[in-house]
């Protein structure tokens, strides 16, 4: 039985957090002693670890660096002793191999879930100092791996394990009833776009689009879905440029596998990524997708045969892709399918899950040889 112990910041309703809960589920339970800490706080997915009886600790951290916070976690992994201590997003990242220094025979591996050029210099400076004490870093990119090689993490130590998703559900609702809910025409072109509204997601560009988008195809809607510090500023800028009519913030939906079926067109405009949850998430249900060319994206979708791809900022490219998905339904059909059959291949949960038991078991086999 091997002992792995999950540390992520929160349980918040986001992609590494989602990918840690499957992960956690996934795991068998006669191969694989699993339990998750929360550094911060709990949150939506604490609820579904508890319901499938994965053990889960909160250490209740209040500031950037709370030496509280850090003893408790050590007493915890004391008491524990995992084999294999694995941490998410860069606070965990952080206190847990600060943590590890104590624990020498304790593999230690690290995901990182994004192209993480936000970070400041003290952060990238902490991510250097401890990758002696990191067994392996695990991007869910190719582009994320390069770039945590780029600022000289050793590359034999990195390992690029792609995000796993759910097979895609049929929606249990109808496009009318989505179509009622915002107040949508039922033959509305529905553009669509999920995650969180922050900077880097670059919603402003889709909502510009949308402007240019109503002269050429006026049925065409708007649907935000997801919540962010940029709520009230793209709410007002598309009162400012007057498209309310058009375009609906709907916040954060559990419902979301019931809303992506109904949309025509899937967009994300990011700036940059890690993989998009999401995207994944539209493609699993063969929507047609418009992404912006950053690296991430690209290991996703081809041009024009699972969707299409414009250059990062480019509004009136967003405002082109999707008019000619709306008029040539053909392409839009053969590319969301094309898209569909990519995922089920390439991005199931359980290739993600199969790869984490072969890294878990490979590290530990290692430390018992030693």
Same mark, same amino acid.
């Given at each position: 039985m091997i002992k792995v112990l999950l540390l992520i910041p929160t349980l918040?309703? !986001?992609?590494?957090?989602?990918q840690l809960t499957h992960l956690a589920i996934g795991l068998p339970r006669d191969k694989f002693n699993v339990e998750v800490v929360a550094l911060t706080r709990g949150g939506p997915y604490e609820e579904q670890l508890r319901s499938a009886g994965i053990p889960l600790t909160i250490i209740g951290k209040r500031w950037k660096f709370d030496p509280f916070a850090l003893k408790r976690l050590r007493r915890l992994i004391a008491a524990r002793q995992p084999d294999i201590l694995h941490t998410w997003l860069f606070a965990a990242n952080t206190?847990?191999?600060? /943590?590890? $220094?104590?624990h020498p025979a304790?593999? /230690? /591996?690290? !995901? $990182?879930?994004c192209v993480d050029s936000w970070?400041?210099?003290?952060?990238l400076w902490f991510d250097r100092k401890l990758a002696p004490r990191t067994d392996r870093l695990i991007g869910n990119s190719q582009a994320v791996a390069d770039f945590y090689s780029d600022i000289g993490f050793p590359r034999d130590r990195l390992l690029?394990?792609?995000?796993?998703?759910?097979p895609a559900p049929? !929606?249990?609702r109808t496009r009318q009833s989505i179509c009622d809910e915002f107040d949508f025409p039922v033959d509305s072109k529905i553009i669509g776009c999920v995650g969180r509204l922050a900077p880097q997601k670059r919603v402003s560009d889709l909502i510009w689009a949308m402007e240019l988008l109503q002269a050429l195809q006026p049925s065409s809607r708007l649907l935000i879905i997801g919540e962010g510090p940029q709520r009230k500023e793209l709410e007002d800028f598309s009162k400012n440029i007057r498209l309310t009519d058009v375009i609906r913030f709907a916040g954060h939906r559990s419902d979301v596998s019931n809303i992506l079926p109904h949309m025509d067109v899937f967009?994300?405009? !990011?700036?940059?990524e890690g993989q998009s949850n999401s995207l994944m998430e539209a493609m699993?249900?063969?929507?047609p997708v418009v992404v912006s060319d950053i690296a991430p994206n690209l290991e996703l979708v081809e041009h024009e045969k699972t969707g299409l791809v414009v250059p990062i900022g480019n509004r009136p490219a967003f405002t082109r892709a999707c008019n000619r998905l709306f008029k040539e339904q053909s392409l839009a059909d053969s590319l969301g399918k094309a898209a569909q059959k990519h995922i089920v291949k390439n991005h199931s949960l359980d290739q993600t899950v199969a790869a984490h038991m072969d890294l878990y078991r490979s590290l530990v086999t290692d430390l018992r040889r030693s």
């Open positions: 918040d309703r !986001s992609g590494a957090e989602k206190y847990g191999r600060i /943590v590890a $220094e104590k304790m593999k /230690v /591996v690290v !995901s $990182e879930r970070k400041a210099n003290w952060q690029v394990i792609p995000n796993g998703i759910e049929a !929606s249990t967009c994300l405009a !990011s700036d940059f699993a249900h063969g929507r």
